[in-house]
Structures are given as structure tokens and as C-alpha cells.
């Protein structure tokens, strides 16, 4: 039986590092950001690359649900990384339900600092917190349980305490794998992985515990205070972080 596990992450949250863990299992495939083509064409936004992404990737939404869901799997496990803030009003949600969820956070001070480097004046919505809080409790109340919550910089810290910690909740063995992986791009990496891939391209795992950048502008201080409630509704539920046994 296939498991098609949905990481619910944010942007720069140490999402496709993490894609790069699973993918190097060798018993897994790897799904990038299969809504970011519908989420550009129903909004309108504009992102870097957005062309080129809507020209590459699928834009029907019935489609994605349909990959992301029944598409044939040639691995046991088939990680799917997904960004919160794609899910916007209107997509359904129901198709989750084929699925296992795990949530991946990050402190918002480094999220919005390193966001704001890449894209200028996010919003709340933007670095999909909100959201993601949201899909948490829609995903406990659908099980009945807490879904796994891991920390990027937990996962720095710790990569395999707290990989192994993840991979028991979602009944998959661990292996030290996850901890290593050829640097360069990958074909299944989405088309904006030139503009956003670059320093995960070097790299060849995980790489040491960073401090938050500095929040340089009153903007990023406002939008990191404004996610801070969010984060910390999620972050009672990490696993693998220090203070557990």
C-alpha cells in the first residue's frame, strides 16, 4: 500500500531540504509544490517566474487532486511537499482524506527575514501560518489525533532525532539516508527552483543551526509578530525538539 504523505509547510521553512531527505530514502518519490500553477492562476499574483510556472505546471486543480491522489506510484512512499498558502478558497479539500499530513514549521523572524530577501513586502498570507494552522486542526479533527509537527530548527539541531521521530509517527522506518543527498537539481524540482533552489542546490544535507536574519525593516518585525500566535499554536506539538524524552 502506497503512502502519500502531505508535508504542510510554508515558504522558507526548510521545505525542499526536506523534500531532498525523503527523496533520498531511495524508497520514495517526490512531488514540488504540485498547486503552486493553480494557486498563480487563481489569484493572479504575480511571482517571480510566474510564466514560466503557469507555461510548466498544471493549472486545473481537479488535475493536481488527481496526482497528488490516484496517480500510479512507483515507491512505497510518495512525499508530496506543499505550500499552505497555496490552498486557497475555493480548492477542495476533501482529497486530503487518501492522505497522511505532517506539518513542517519554522520560527516566523527567520521566515519573514528570509522571505523578504526573496520577494518584496509579504503578507500574512504569504507566509501561509494562518493557513497552516487551519489544515492542523482540520487534519486533527478528521483522525482524531495530533498530526506530526516538526521544526526546522529543531531539524537542524537534530536531523535524525528528529527525522526518526517523524518517521515513527507516521509508522515508516528511519533510515540515515535522509541525512544525505547528491548536491544539484533535481528533474522533479518546479521550474522556480532557479530563483528559489539555489542554496539547497549546494547542499548535501542538513546544515548547521542558524540564527534568525535580522528583521530588517518594520514590515518584517509587524508581519513576524502577526504570525507569532500562529506558530506558537503549532509549536506545542514539535516533535523531536529538545525538551522531549
Given at each position: 500500500?502506497t503512502l502519500?504523505?502531505?508535508?504542510?509547510?510554508?515558504?522558507?521553512?526548510?521545505?525542499?531540504?526536506?523534500?531532498?531527505?525523503?527523496?533520498a530514502r531511495?524508497?520514495?518519490?517526490?512531488?514540488?509544490?504540485?498547486?503552486?500553477?493553480?494557486?498563480?492562476?487563481?489569484?493572479?499574483?504575480?511571482?517571480?517566474?510566474?510564466?514560466?510556472?503557469?507555461?510548466?505546471?498544471?493549472?486545473?486543480?481537479?488535475?493536481?487532486?488527481?496526482?497528488?491522489?490516484?496517480?500510479?506510484?512507483?515507491?512505497?512512499?510518495?512525499?508530496?511537499?506543499?505550500?499552505?498558502?497555496?490552498?486557497?478558497?475555493?480548492?477542495?479539500?476533501?482529497?486530503?482524506?487518501?492522505?497522511?499530513?505532517?506539518?513542517?514549521?519554522?520560527?516566523?523572524?527567520?521566515?519573514?527575514?528570509?522571505?523578504?530577501?526573496?520577494?518584496?513586502?509579504?503578507?500574512?498570507?504569504?507566509?501561509?501560518?494562518?493557513?497552516?494552522?487551519?489544515?492542523?486542526?482540520?487534519?486533527?479533527?478528521?483522525?482524531?489525533?495530533?498530526?506530526?509537527?516538526?521544526?526546522?530548527?529543531?531539524?537542524?539541531?537534530?536531523?535524525?532525532?528528529?527525522?526518526?521521530?517523524?518517521?515513527?509517527?507516521?509508522?515508516?522506518?528511519?533510515?540515515?539516508?535522509?541525512?544525505?543527498?547528491?548536491?544539484?537539481?533535481?528533474?522533479?524540482?518546479?521550474?522556480?527552483?532557479?530563483?528559489?533552489?539555489?542554496?539547497?542546490?549546494?547542499?548535501?544535507?542538513?546544515?548547521?543551526?542558524?540564527?534568525?536574519?535580522?528583521?530588517?525593516?518594520?514590515?518584517?518585525?509587524?508581519?513576524?509578530?502577526?504570525?507569532?500566535?500562529?506558530?506558537?499554536?503549532?509549536?506545542?506539538?514539535?516533535?523531536?525538539?529538545?525538551?522531549?524524552?
Amino acid at each position: 500500500m502506497t503512502l502519500r504523505l502531505v508535508m504542510w509547510s510554508g515558504p522558507r521553512n526548510l521545505s525542499t531540504a526536506m523534500m531532498r531527505a525523503f527523496e533520498a530514502r531511495g524508497d520514495c518519490t517526490v512531488m514540488d509544490e504540485p498547486f503552486y500553477a493553480v494557486y498563480l492562476a487563481t489569484t493572479g499574483l504575480h511571482h517571480p517566474m510566474r510564466d514560466a510556472i503557469l507555461a510548466a505546471h498544471e493549472t486545473n486543480a481537479d488535475r493536481v487532486i488527481e496526482a497528488c491522489t490516484k496517480a500510479p506510484a512507483q515507491t512505497p512512499i510518495v512525499y508530496q511537499k506543499h505550500m499552505t498558502h497555496h490552498m486557497v478558497d475555493g480548492i477542495d479539500l476533501s482529497w486530503v482524506a487518501a492522505t497522511a499530513e505532517a506539518f513542517l514549521i519554522r520560527d516566523p523572524a527567520a521566515v519573514a527575514a528570509s522571505y523578504e530577501a526573496k520577494r518584496e513586502n509579504p503578507t500574512l498570507g504569504d507566509l501561509g501560518v494562518e493557513r497552516q494552522t487551519m489544515l492542523f486542526e482540520r487534519a486533527a479533527e478528521r483522525t482524531g489525533r495530533t498530526p506530526p509537527v516538526i521544526d526546522a530548527d529543531d531539524v537542524l539541531a537534530n536531523p535524525a532525532r528528529v527525522l526518526a521521530a517523524l518517521c515513527a509517527a507516521l509508522s515508516i522506518p528511519f533510515t540515515n539516508k535522509m541525512l544525505r543527498w547528491p548536491a544539484g537539481r533535481r528533474a522533479n524540482d518546479g521550474v522556480w527552483a532557479t530563483h528559489w533552489y539555489r542554496a539547497v542546490e549546494r547542499s548535501t544535507g542538513f546544515g548547521p543551526p542558524r540564527p534568525p536574519g535580522p528583521l530588517v525593516s518594520d514590515h518584517a518585525r509587524r508581519l513576524a509578530d502577526a504570525a507569532r500566535p500562529y506558530y506558537d499554536r503549532l509549536a506545542l506539538h514539535r516533535l523531536g525538539a529538545p525538551h522531549d524524552p
